[in-house]
């Protein structure tokens, strides 16, 4: 549906085209009215954009620098047949230094995705260096959680930082029935971050503490520790109990969220969630690290918040989980009130449209860096 103030915005993005998010997000603007090509370094399909144009492609680090005269160039060419209004780079370190970097003399968005900011600048003062100079030459920075919000100040103190979320499709994740048993579901990747090893020994532990109950846990996102899990599955004997999806698609997802009784998201480090985010609007209750991203979402209304990587604490939260049915299925009636009220993502990417027109209209919007309370 094309919107009045649609009328010639077009958006060349840096973004990753394999991912997920960039797809929903340039789906979501083109859906808005908007045009848009993106750069990125492994070619994907990026459906409803113009154009994907891969760039040193890879995965080494120094190609994010060497490449940069290449992206230049490239982007020349792309203004002269695509003109664009708008940059919008995804992932501050990488895309967001190639967006900064562009040359275009029109607004530059960046958008930070979690461990850009909340991580890698610690690595190095080369990085923290990286980060700085490309969110000075942003007129616009983005991310998904506070915590995020109030770490990019450091770098960015006087420019326009606002929260836009990913977000849940509110039509899509919706609340099911769910199994008889007491199911529970992972959709973290099978990364050393995310934890899945605790997970599984704190399900071990429910299992032989309620032994006449049937139990089922879900592990879905796949990743490179698959053979390790599997192994330390069987050797709990839990084989029969435990289903490992892998990646799934949206429809798969949904059933096995629903057919649950909590989610569990326990990594590390993390930005805001996004599984999180469904499994909340598909009305379950969320076992949650203790993070600031997650404590911005899991109240005890809603869940519980349990330390990194204490598989007492996950085994305790669980069992309540189990034993109180009543009380997590309003849990899970709250989550999804909480969803549709404050992180749709229809309602994020309209407020994102939004300012994008105040970027593209300064006359008309003004954009400034939101107080505490104001910031959503």
């Not at 029109?106 to 991580?119: C, K």
């Not at 049915?325 to 994102?352: H, K, V, W």
């Amino acid at each position: 549906m094309n919107r009045p103030d649609a009328e010639g915005v077009r958006i060349l993005f840096f973004a990753d085209a394999a991912s997920v998010h960039t797809r929903r997000w340039v789906a979501a603007m083109v859906e808005r009215g908007a045009r848009a090509v993106v750069i990125t370094r492994q070619a994907a399909e990026v459906p409803g954009a113009d154009e994907v144009i891969a760039i040193a492609p890879g995965s080494d680090k120094m190609s994010w620098f060497t490449a940069l005269p290449r992206v230049r160039k490239v982007v020349k060419d792309v203004a002269a047949r695509f003109q664009p209004t708008l940059v919008h780079g995804h992932y501050v370190t990488s895309y967001g230094l190639w967006a900064a970097a562009c040359g275009l003399k029109v607004p530059r968005v960046l958008t930070a995705w979690g461990s850009d900011v909340l991580v890698t600048p610690r690595e190095s003062r080369f990085m923290r260096m990286v980060v700085a100079w490309s969110m000075h030459h942003a007129d616009l920075v983005t991310a998904d959680s506070m915590d995020m919000i109030e770490e990019i100040a450091r770098f960015h103190p006087s420019g326009p930082c606002h929260q836009i979320l990913w977000g849940a499709d509110t039509d899509k994740f919706v609340p099911g029935t769910p199994a008889e048993g007491f199911e529970v579901i992972s959709l973290r990747s099978w990364e050393a971050n995310y934890n899945i090893d605790v997970i599984i020994e704190a399900f071990a532990r429910v299992v032989a503490q309620r032994p006449d109950s049937p139990m089922r846990l879900h592990l879905l996102g796949g990743g490179l520790l698959q053979d390790e899990l599997s192994q330390r599955v069987k050797s709990l004997g839990l084989q029969d109990l435990v289903q490992f999806h892998g990646r799934v698609g949206d429809a798969e997802m949904v059933a096995a969220i629903q057919r649950s009784r909590v989610s569990v998201s326990v990594p590390t480090s993390d930005a805001t969630s996004v599984s999180v985010l469904e499994s909340m609007s598909c009305a379950l209750p969320i076992i949650g690290s203790d993070l600031p991203a997650n404590r911005q979402w899991i109240d005890e209304q809603g869940g519980w918040i349990v330390p990194i990587r204490d598989v007492d604490a996950l085994a305790d939260a669980l069992l309540q989980a189990h034993d109180h049915p009543q009380q997590t299925t309003q849990m899970g009636l709250y989550n999804r009130a909480r969803i549709e009220r404050d992180a749709s993502r229809r309602g994020q990417m309209d407020a994102m449209w939004r300012l994008y027109q105040r970027l593209l209209h300064p006359t008309t919007y003004r954009l400034t860096r939101p107080r505490p309370q104001e910031r959503s």
